[in-house]
């Protein structure tokens, strides 16, 4: 079972500030340039590659069938050799690989998951959001080119593509306990393996441990996650993705060069976004047996405290005031200040 210290407990996001390690990061030890091949010949090329890999390895599948709790550390994937067969409590990875479809620079890509455990946590992460997880990274050699010591705390906005796809596919711990000697044990953790092509990872750049064109392989355990509201505006940042591309950089609604999920006022008019947003308070007193209210639709918890047993949510909710189909915060023809005092 993974622990680490209480004080590197998940902390939360610093705008601007994108954490992740150097295989996971896409601007991080780039290696000389080669020249770029076409995407989709490429991608057709790696699905060929990937499913070879698939028909010819097995992992130790019934490890996690009888585990409670298992982590990467409990994988053993091994190369099935010309005349051998799958030893008992083993599987070919082509028997339960899950495919994953997504569109990325105009491009259809097929990826590839390895659920060893979903993972007892309520909410899945979005492709935006930030995560704590202990990974693994690996050409499909076998070749390991990086790793967490312990656990990381990352946002998927700052890694290749293919990790945006598939930890939304998890569910992080169920919970967590402190021991006496200061570590945290995570418990019924998301655990699972990535297979990316080369596309949705680092493509034709590569890095200094990764070939160009390298298809990849991650796994890891999903500890925890947050969601991301990088702007600070009250918008979580998967909601600025408006043409669900599951990219933020290309939606920028005032043509202002900055993008909605890094732009404080998204329609450019006078009045910022988070004051264009309804702002309301709740008091759930649990020491009633009161229970938290279920948020509208485009309603939004931005913070809550609690203290003896009284929880104060503080959410903010989308409104369309002239019914013209658009939301306020982003219609530069409505500049209505919920939090104006005059």
Same mark, same amino acid.
Request: net charge negative; charged share 25%.
């Given at each position: 079972?993974?622990?680490?210290?209480?004080?590197?407990?998940? =902390?939360? !996001? @610093?705008?601007? $500030?994108?954490? /992740?390690?150097?295989?996971?990061? #896409?601007? *991080?030890?780039?290696?000389?340039?080669?020249?770029?091949?076409?995407?989709?010949?490429?991608?057709?090329?790696?699905?060929?590659?990937?499913?070879?890999?698939?028909?010819?390895?097995?992992?130790?599948?019934?490890?996690?069938?009888?585990?409670?709790?298992?982590?990467?550390?409990?994988?053993?994937?091994?190369?099935?050799?010309?005349?051998?067969?799958?030893?008992?409590?083993? =599987?070919? !990875? @082509?028997?339960? $690989?899950?495919? /994953?479809?997504?569109?990325?620079? #105009?491009? *259809?890509?097929?990826?590839?998951?390895?659920?060893?455990?979903?993972?007892?946590?309520?909410?899945?992460?979005?492709?935006?959001?930030?995560?704590?997880?202990?990974?693994?990274?690996?050409?499909?050699?076998?070749?390991?080119?990086?790793?967490?010591?312990?656990?990381?705390?990352?946002?998927?906005?700052?890694?290749?593509?293919?990790?945006?796809?598939?930890?939304?596919?998890?569910?992080?711990?169920?919970?967590?306990?402190?021991?006496?000697?200061?570590?945290?044990?995570?418990?019924?953790?998301?655990?699972?393996?990535?297979?990316?092509?080369?596309?949705?990872?680092?493509?034709?750049?590569?890095?200094?441990?990764?070939?160009?064109?390298?298809?990849?392989?991650?796994?890891?355990?999903?500890?925890?996650?947050?969601?991301?509201?990088?702007?600070?505006?009250?918008?979580?940042?998967?909601?600025?993705?408006?043409?669900?591309?599951?990219?933020?950089?290309?939606?920028?609604?005032?043509?202002?060069?900055?993008?909605?999920?890094?732009?404080?006022?998204?329609?450019?008019?006078?009045?910022?976004?988070?004051?264009?947003?309804?702002?309301?308070?709740?008091?759930?007193?649990?020491?009633?047996?009161?229970?938290?209210?279920?948020?509208?639709?485009?309603?939004?918890?931005?913070?809550?405290?609690?203290?003896?047993?009284?929880?104060?949510?503080?959410?903010?909710?989308?409104?369309?005031?002239?019914?013209?189909?658009?939301?306020?915060?982003?219609?530069?023809?409505?500049?209505?200040?919920?939090?104006?005092?005059?």
């Amino acid at each position: 079972m993974k622990q680490m210290r209480i004080n590197e407990l998940f =902390t939360g !996001l @610093i705008l601007l $500030i994108l954490i /992740g390690f150097s295989s996971c990061r #896409d601007d *991080d030890g780039l290696a000389d340039s080669v020249p770029e091949r076409d995407r989709a010949e490429q991608q057709a090329e790696d699905v060929d590659s990937l499913q070879s890999y698939f028909q010819t390895h097995y992992y130790n599948s019934a490890v996690f069938e009888n585990s409670i709790n298992p982590t990467i550390d409990d994988l053993v994937i091994t190369k099935l050799e010309d005349g051998e067969s799958v030893p008992d409590g083993h =599987t070919l !990875l @082509i028997d339960d $690989i899950s495919t /994953g479809n997504t569109v990325f620079l #105009d491009i *259809d890509y097929e990826y590839y998951f390895l659920k060893l455990n979903q993972g007892g946590g309520e909410d899945a992460p979005r492709f935006s959001d930030q995560v704590r997880v202990n990974f693994e990274g690996r050409l499909l050699d076998g070749a390991l080119f990086d790793s967490s010591s312990n656990s990381v705390v990352f946002d998927l906005t700052a890694l290749v593509p293919g990790w945006g796809r598939v930890l939304p596919e998890f569910n992080p711990a169920q919970n967590f306990v402190l021991n006496t000697d200061g570590t945290v044990t995570f418990n019924n953790a998301g655990v699972g393996v990535m297979f990316l092509p080369s596309g949705l990872g680092y493509f034709s750049s590569g890095t200094v441990d990764i070939p160009p064109y390298a298809n990849l392989l991650f796994a890891f355990d999903l500890f925890q996650i947050q969601q991301n509201d990088h702007d600070n505006d009250g918008i979580p940042s998967y909601f600025e993705d408006r043409d669900s591309d599951l990219s933020l950089s290309n939606d920028d609604t005032d043509d202002n060069g900055l993008a909605d999920f890094l732009d404080p006022n998204d329609d450019g008019d006078s009045v910022l976004t988070i004051n264009e947003l309804e702002p309301t308070v709740y008091i759930v007193d649990t020491n009633m047996g009161e229970e938290e209210p279920v948020l509208a639709e485009k309603e939004f918890e931005i913070s809550r405290t609690e203290e003896d047993g009284i929880i104060t949510i503080n959410t903010v909710k989308v409104l369309d005031t002239d019914n013209n189909g658009i939301d306020d915060y982003l219609d530069d023809g409505v500049e209505i200040n919920y939090n104006d005092e005059d």
